[in-house]
């Protein structure tokens, strides 16, 4: 890292190295959650949040966009049938359905992988994984009727099959 504080460019964030660092900090959380079955219960909303909030990298495409988008609004709207229901988009998806990419957003919500990766306990980083994503959901209110319509068409169509 370069020893300066900047800005990361997706998410905002003040941490050293800028957007390198907020990188850092993400792939640090990863190492955690794969080497700790405890931490590794929301892998998937920590992915899809992250991933929201640094689209330039992770959200390049309508497809990908999709994938993030829908992974949260999931993980938000519908927990109980979350599992059926990613399964479904990550198929529909890999029809690589005819999609627009929309405008997104300039906030990308209040918290950040900092503050994920500063839970020192497996109930605590739960907690905060859902802050996370609900704050980060909320920052994408202009896209949440787009996602719910990409849920819907996904939901219906494993429903008819």
């Given at each position: ?34 080497g700790?079955?405890a931490f590794?219960?929301?892998r998937?909303?920590?992915?899809d ?8 990298r992770?959200?390049?495409?309508a ?12 993980a ?6 979350e ?61 949440q ?17």
């Amino acid at each position: 890292m370069d020893g300066q504080t900047n800005r990361c460019d997706g998410c905002g964030l003040a941490v050293e190295g800028g957007t390198d660092g907020c990188q850092a900090q993400f792939d640090d959380e990863s190492v955690r959650e794969y080497g700790n079955v405890a931490f590794a219960g929301r892998r998937r909303l920590v992915v899809d949040t992250y991933a929201l909030q640094h689209p330039e990298r992770y959200c390049r495409s309508a497809i990908s966009l999709a994938a993030h988008l829908t992974g949260v609004c999931i993980a938000v709207e519908h927990r109980a049938r979350e599992e059926v229901l990613n399964d479904a988009v990550q198929r529909w998806l890999s029809r690589r359905p005819e999609l627009e990419k929309p405008v997104l957003p300039a906030d990308r919500g209040p918290l950040t992988i900092a503050d994920v990766l500063a839970a020192t306990d497996a109930v605590a980083h739960r907690s905060i994984v859902e802050r996370w994503a609900r704050g980060t959901w909320a920052a994408y209110a202009d896209l949440q009727s787009v996602a719910r319509e990409w849920v819907r068409q996904v939901d219906y169509e494993r429903a008819t099959d």
